[in-house]
C-alpha cells in the first residue's frame, strides 16, 4: 500500500531501451533505467527486510506495475549481480543489490527528517517528496543530513534508517492488534506511507511516541477501541494491525 514514487512514475511512461544500461556501478546516473532500478531494488529491500517476503506478484503490486515489467526486470537486475533467486521462485538482494536499496533507503528517510523537522512538513505529505529526493542526494549531502538532523534512526512515520554498514537496523513493537484489552503501549511506528493513512491516525494521535491503551476490541474482526491522549476512538482491524507499539 506504499504510495508509488513519482520516479517510478515517470520511468513507466518513458520508452524501453532493448539494450539499457546502468549509468556506472554506483548508480550515481539519473536516467529513467537508473532511477527504475534504485526504485525496483529499494521495493525488494522493503519487502525482504520488512515485509512478507518477494515475490512477483508483491512487488508489482508495490510498484504499481504489470507483473510481466516486473519478470522482465528482474531478469534483468538478476543479470547484472543485484538480485539473485532463491526457492519458490522468491528474489532476494546480493550484496550490491543491498549496498544501493540501503544508500537509497536510508536517503528517503533521511530526506523525510528534513522536511518534517526543519521545514515543518505534514507527515502525510512528505513521502512523494521524499521519492524524488532520493535520487538526487549525494554522499556529501548524506553526512551534511546525519550532522543538521542529529543522526536520526527512525523517520517520521518509525520506520527504521537502515545503518551504512548493511546491517539489519533494529526494530521493536507488535501490532496495535495484538495488545491485549486493558493495556498500555506506546506508538513505535506506521507500517504503511499512505498519505489518507497517515492523515487519519494523526488526526486521532497514533503517531510515533504516543501512549495508547485498549479498552475494547470487537469479535469477529470488528474495530478496537483505544484511548490517545485522553480521547477515546474506534478504529478499524486493518488500520491496527499498521500500527507498531511497544508495551
Same mark, same amino acid.
Given at each position: 500500500?506504499?504510495?508509488?514514487?513519482?520516479?517510478?512514475?515517470?520511468?513507466?511512461?518513458?520508452?524501453?531501451?532493448?539494450?539499457?544500461?546502468? @549509468?556506472?556501478?554506483?548508480? =550515481?546516473?539519473?536516467?529513467?533505467?537508473?532511477?527504475?532500478?534504485?526504485?525496483?531494488?529499494?521495493?525488494?529491500?522493503?519487502?525482504?527486510?520488512?515485509?512478507?517476503?518477494?515475490?512477483?506478484?508483491? &512487488? !508489482?503490486?508495490?510498484?504499481?506495475?504489470?507483473? !510481466?515489467?516486473? =519478470?522482465?526486470?528482474?531478469?534483468?537486475?538478476?543479470?547484472?549481480?543485484?538480485?539473485?533467486?532463491?526457492?519458490?521462485?522468491?528474489?532476494? &538482494?546480493?550484496?550490491?543489490?543491498?549496498?544501493?536499496? /540501503?544508500?537509497?533507503?536510508?536517503?528517503?528517510?533521511?530526506?523525510?527528517?528534513?522536511?518534517?523537522?526543519? %521545514?515543518?512538513?505534514?507527515?502525510?505529505?512528505?513521502?512523494?517528496?521524499?521519492?524524488?529526493?532520493?535520487?538526487?542526494?549525494?554522499?556529501?549531502? @548524506?553526512?551534511? %543530513?546525519?550532522? +543538521?538532523?542529529?543522526?536520526?534512526?527512525?523517520?517520521?512515520?518509525?520506520?527504521?534508517?537502515?545503518?551504512?554498514?548493511?546491517?539489519?537496523?533494529?526494530?521493536?513493537? +507488535?501490532?496495535?492488534?495484538? $495488545?491485549?484489552?486493558?493495556?498500555?503501549? /506506546?506508538?513505535?511506528?506506521?507500517?504503511?506511507?499512505?498519505?489518507? $493513512? %497517515?492523515?487519519?491516525?494523526?488526526? /486521532?494521535?497514533?503517531?510515533?511516541?504516543?501512549?495508547?491503551? /485498549?479498552?475494547?476490541? !470487537?469479535?469477529?474482526?470488528?474495530?478496537?477501541?483505544?484511548?490517545?491522549?485522553?480521547?477515546?476512538?474506534? +478504529?478499524?482491524?486493518?488500520?491496527?494491525?499498521?500500527?507498531?507499539?511497544?508495551?
Amino acid at each position: 500500500m506504499k504510495p508509488k514514487c513519482a520516479c517510478a512514475s515517470a520511468w513507466r511512461c518513458a520508452a524501453w531501451n532493448d539494450n539499457p544500461g546502468v @549509468e556506472g556501478s554506483d548508480m =550515481s546516473g539519473h536516467s529513467h533505467f537508473a532511477e527504475s532500478t534504485e526504485e525496483y531494488l529499494e521495493a525488494v529491500y522493503r519487502l525482504e527486510r520488512e515485509g512478507p517476503g518477494v515475490t512477483t506478484s508483491g &512487488l !508489482a503490486s508495490e510498484l504499481g506495475v504489470a507483473p !510481466a515489467s516486473v =519478470s522482465g526486470m528482474l531478469k534483468k537486475l538478476a543479470t547484472d549481480g543485484y538480485l539473485e533467486y532463491v526457492a519458490r521462485g522468491e528474489v532476494k &538482494l546480493t550484496q550490491e543489490g543491498l549496498a544501493v536499496a /540501503v544508500r537509497v533507503v536510508r536517503r528517503h528517510r533521511l530526506a523525510e527528517c528534513l522536511l518534517t523537522n526543519v %521545514l515543518g512538513m505534514p507527515w502525510d505529505e512528505v513521502q512523494s517528496e521524499a521519492c524524488m529526493l532520493e535520487h538526487a542526494i549525494s554522499e556529501k549531502m @548524506e553526512a551534511r %543530513l546525519i550532522d +543538521i538532523l542529529g543522526d536520526p534512526k527512525e523517520c517520521p512515520h518509525g520506520l527504521p534508517i537502515p545503518p551504512k554498514d548493511l546491517s539489519d537496523p533494529q526494530r521493536a513493537g +507488535i501490532p496495535l492488534a495484538q $495488545i491485549e484489552v486493558g493495556s498500555d503501549a /506506546v506508538v513505535q511506528g506506521v507500517t504503511e506511507e499512505v498519505p489518507e $493513512i %497517515l492523515r487519519y491516525l494523526g488526526n /486521532v494521535g497514533l503517531r510515533p511516541g504516543a501512549h495508547v491503551r /485498549v479498552h475494547a476490541k !470487537a469479535p469477529l474482526g470488528g474495530p478496537l477501541t483505544v484511548e490517545v491522549e485522553k480521547r477515546r476512538h474506534a +478504529i478499524s482491524l486493518e488500520l491496527a494491525r499498521m500500527v507498531m507499539v511497544a508495551g
